[in-house]
C-alpha cells in the first residue's frame, strides 16, 4: 500500500522499499511500485549484500533521508533516475532497510520538502515494522510455550489470567475462555489468605518456588510446585506474574 501511495504524495515516477535482514546480512526487495511487471519481479527477488548497495549502508549511517546519484546497481532498475531520494527505516535504534523514490524527466530533484516528508513516511513505516516485528515474536513465543511440556499460566498486575498452554487447561479441567480472565488465586486449594500474601511478597522480592495445593473446576484439589515469577515493563514496572506448574500427585503417592 506504502508504495502505491507515496508517488501520489511526492509526485515520483517510482517507489521501493528493500528490507535488511540482520540474519542473512542481506537486503531483500519487498515491494515496488513505478516499473514494468518483470522488472518489479526481478526487484523484489533479489537478494543484495551491503557492499551491493553502498548508498543504502550510507543512509543507514546517517539516519536520515538524502538524495543520492545511484551508482552501479543501486540504480535497481530505474536507469533514467539521475538522482535518488533514499529514507532509512529506523524504529527504536533497530534498522529495518531502505525506502527510496525516483522521478524520470522533468522535475527530477528533490526539495527539502520532499526530504522532510520522506523521512516523516520513513519514520511511520519503520514502527509498523516494529510492531509487526513484535507480533511475530510473540507468536514465536506462544507457540514455543503451547509446545511445551510444562504447564504455562500468565496473570496480569491484578492475579487475572491473560495466558494459559495446554498443559494448564487438561491439569485443572476448566475450558481455556473459563480461565482466562479468571482470578488466578481461585485456582489454590487449602492456601490460606496469609500464605496466599506471603506468597505474593515472595514473588515481589525475586521469585518463589515451592509446594502448594490446586483445586480443578470440579473441585477435587492435588499438590503441584509451583514457581512464580513477576513480569516487569522495561521501567521495571510490575505487569504481572508467569508461573509454572507441575502436578506432583504421582511423586507424592510414590513417597507415600
Given at each position: 500500500?506504502?508504495?502505491?501511495l507515496?508517488?501520489?504524495?511526492?509526485?515520483?515516477?517510482?517507489?521501493?522499499?528493500?528490507?535488511?535482514?540482520?540474519e542473512?546480512?542481506?537486503?531483500?526487495?519487498?515491494?515496488?511500485?513505478g516499473?514494468?511487471?518483470?522488472?518489479a519481479?526481478?526487484?523484489?527477488?533479489?537478494?543484495?549484500?551491503?557492499?551491493?548497495?553502498?548508498?543504502?549502508?550510507?543512509?543507514?549511517?546517517?539516519?536520515?533521508?538524502a538524495?543520492?546519484?545511484?551508482?552501479?546497481?543501486?540504480?535497481?532498475?530505474?536507469?533514467?533516475?539521475?538522482?535518488?531520494?533514499?529514507?532509512?527505516?529506523?524504529?527504536?535504534g533497530?534498522?529495518?532497510?531502505?525506502l527510496?523514490?525516483?522521478?524520470?524527466?522533468?522535475?527530477?530533484?528533490?526539495?527539502?520538502?520532499?526530504?522532510?516528508?520522506?523521512?516523516?513516511?520513513?519514520?511511520?513505516?519503520?514502527?509498523?515494522?516494529e510492531?509487526?516485528?513484535?507480533?511475530?515474536?510473540?507468536?514465536?513465543?506462544?507457540?514455543?510455550?503451547?509446545?511445551?511440556?510444562?504447564?504455562?499460566?500468565?496473570?496480569?498486575?491484578?492475579?487475572?489470567?491473560?495466558?494459559?498452554?495446554?498443559?494448564?487447561?487438561?491439569?485443572?479441567?476448566?475450558?481455556?475462555?473459563?480461565?482466562?480472565?479468571?482470578d488466578?488465586?481461585?485456582?489454590?486449594?487449602?492456601?490460606?489468605?496469609?500464605?496466599?500474601?506471603?506468597?505474593?511478597?515472595?514473588?515481589?522480592?525475586?521469585?518463589?518456588?515451592?509446594?502448594?495445593?490446586?483445586?480443578?473446576k470440579?473441585?477435587?484439589?492435588?499438590?503441584?510446585?509451583?514457581?512464580?515469577?513477576?513480569?516487569?515493563?522495561?521501567?521495571?514496572?510490575?505487569?504481572?506474574?508467569?508461573?509454572?506448574?507441575?502436578?506432583?500427585?504421582?511423586?507424592?503417592?510414590?513417597?507415600?
Open positions: 500500500k506504502l508504495v502505491e507515496l508517488p501520489r504524495v511526492l509526485a515520483v515516477d517510482y517507489c521501493g522499499i528493500f528490507l535488511w535482514s540482520e542473512h546480512a542481506t537486503y531483500r526487495g519487498a515491494a515496488v511500485s516499473v514494468e511487471s518483470s522488472m519481479r526481478q526487484l523484489t527477488s533479489i537478494r543484495l549484500g551491503p557492499k551491493d548497495v553502498p548508498d543504502f549502508e550510507w543512509v543507514r549511517q546517517l539516519g536520515h533521508s538524495v543520492v546519484s545511484p551508482r552501479g546497481i543501486a540504480r535497481l532498475g530505474v536507469p533514467e533516475a539521475p538522482a535518488l531520494l533514499m529514507a532509512p527505516l529506523i524504529s527504536g533497530h534498522f529495518y532497510g531502505v527510496h523514490f525516483g522521478r524520470r524527466g522533468g522535475q527530477n530533484s528533490f526539495t527539502q520538502n520532499d526530504i522532510t516528508i520522506a523521512d516523516g513516511v520513513a519514520s511511520q513505516a519503520a514502527v509498523a515494522l510492531r509487526a516485528r513484535l507480533v511475530e515474536e510473540s507468536r514465536r513465543l506462544v507457540r514455543a510455550v503451547e509446545s511445551t511440556g510444562e504447564a504455562v499460566l500468565m496473570t496480569d498486575r491484578h492475579h487475572r489470567i491473560v495466558f494459559v498452554n495446554q498443559p494448564v487447561v487438561d491439569m485443572f479441567g476448566y475450558a481455556r475462555d473459563e480461565l482466562l480472565g479468571r488466578s488465586r481461585t485456582l489454590g486449594g487449602t492456601m490460606s489468605d496469609e500464605w496466599l500474601r506471603e506468597l505474593q511478597r515472595a514473588v515481589n522480592d525475586h521469585s518463589w518456588r515451592g509446594e502448594a495445593t490446586a483445586r480443578r470440579d473441585g477435587s484439589t492435588f499438590p503441584i510446585t509451583l514457581h512464580a515469577s513477576l513480569v516487569r515493563s522495561e521501567d521495571n514496572r510490575v505487569q504481572g506474574a508467569v508461573a509454572i506448574i507441575e502436578n506432583i500427585s504421582a511423586q507424592k503417592q510414590l513417597h507415600e
